[in-house]
């Protein structure tokens, strides 16, 4: 079924009447186009993509294209006057001739354009999922961010393992007097920092989970030239198994390790926690029996897995908390090296047609390839961003 663009078209243009392209019978000062004050009004415009969109894509008014500080400019007549509706270095606005005389109008205009946004929200959503089918999108970068708070959380724990170390065999006394007499409590300083080193390595384990269920989206298009749209929204909603092999298809003796050791971790520790300390498998089950309570999932092998969870919140942290370390030092050597300095090192944004034209494969090849590819990349972006053309 086909997408019904002039429905919306014909909507569109009935709210915003009688704003029209702008023609030689429109009102205008010499030299407006480069005189144009931007009014107040023009500040409350939706989102400039929105508003591009609405002109250029569906009703396809004239565009005077790029020059110094402007990425696209719409002039149109409003009741047989000039305007101009522009994306500059500062915003998206409605410029006028004269901002004492205009504003009423660019009120006005301001709310039209607004209305017909709001009507045709549709086709909006077809434009998207067309971009999606032909793989034209980029791909947001939080990596840094992710990882930062990744590490924020593992600092955070090592200092609280290291108060347990040196507490660890110590109890605190306390005495208070009352009228009646006194009452002395102890405290074992070794149990309370354990435990709080145990509750910090829990939310540590989940930040790096949180990174990379984030990073491999990113890695299997850099690294491993996944350029398909759909299959990436398909993969950002998968398991994070999936991802890892997505973005990883090293089948190395180490890479494979990882996957095992990780996974388990994110099976036994990382699910359960995330489920409420419950776990999704009825893990917090117990059923009467005449030896007592006894665990619904039973195992019937006994297994010796240092990350296993035996019903409360209790496991080798030490151990998970080197193994993610190690992980973290495997990302950034070998073959992932250039992918994980333009994705983590430079935090450029993902853009999927790099991927297709075969562009991330060349750059890709060794460090020194992929770190020109990235001052060159972070340079045009920042001219784009400062509309230096």
């Not at 086909?2 to 023609?23: G, V, W």
């Not at 030092?329 to 297709?356: D, R």
């Amino acid at each position: 079924m086909s997408f019904d663009i002039e429905k919306y078209k014909q909507t569109a243009l009935k709210i915003l009447t009688p704003i029209k392209p702008a023609d030689k019978n429109t009102l205008a000062k010499d030299n407006f186009l480069f005189t144009a004050e931007r009014s107040n009004a023009g500040r409350g415009l939706s989102e400039y993509f929105l508003v591009y969109f609405l002109f250029n894509n569906l009703l396809g008014f004239k565009n005077l294209g790029k020059s110094e500080k402007i990425a696209w400019s719409f002039p149109i007549d409003y009741k047989g006057k000039a305007f101009l509706i522009e994306y500059r270095k500062f915003g998206v606005g409605v410029f006028v001739q004269d901002k004492d005389k205009d504003e009423v109008e660019a009120e006005e205009i301001v709310k039209k354009v607004n209305g017909a946004i709001k009507s045709i929200r549709p086709f909006y959503d077809y434009l998207a999922e067309e971009a999606v089918k032909k793989s034209e999108f980029n791909i947001v970068n939080n990596n840094q961010r992710l990882y930062d708070r990744f590490l924020y959380l593992k600092s955070l724990y090592k200092k609280e393992r290291k108060k347990y170390l040196k507490n660890k065999d110590k109890i605190k006394t306390e005495t208070k007097e009352f009228e009646y007499g006194k009452s002395t409590s102890y405290v074992n300083l070794g149990f309370q920092y354990h435990q709080n080193s145990n509750w910090l390595a829990i939310s540590c384990i989940e930040a790096f989970f949180s990174w990379t269920e984030h990073l491999f989206i990113h890695l299997a298009v850099i690294a491993e030239n996944m350029s398909n749209g759909e299959d990436i929204a398909n993969l950002i909603e998968g398991e994070w198994k999936t991802k890892f092999k997505a973005a990883i298809k090293n089948n190395s003796k180490e890479a494979n390790k990882f996957y095992d050791e990780l996974l388990i971790v994110r099976q036994q520790l990382r699910n359960y926690v995330a489920h409420g300390a419950f776990g999704k498998n009825g893990n917090a089950f117990y059923f009467h029996s005449g030896t007592g309570a006894v665990p619904v999932l039973m195992n019937h092998k006994k297994q010796k897995n240092r990350f296993s969870l035996h019903g409360y919140l209790t496991f080798n942290e030490e151990e998970v908390i080197k193994l993610i370390e190690d992980f973290v030092k495997f990302l950034w050597k070998g073959s992932l090296k250039p992918a994980m300095y333009y994705t983590q090192g430079c935090a450029l944004p993902t853009i999927l047609t790099l991927a297709g034209n075969g562009t991330y494969a060349t750059a890709t090849t060794d460090i020194k390839t992929m770190r020109e590819f990235s001052d060159h990349l972070m340079r045009e972006i920042d001219n784009a961003a400062n509309m230096d053309w």
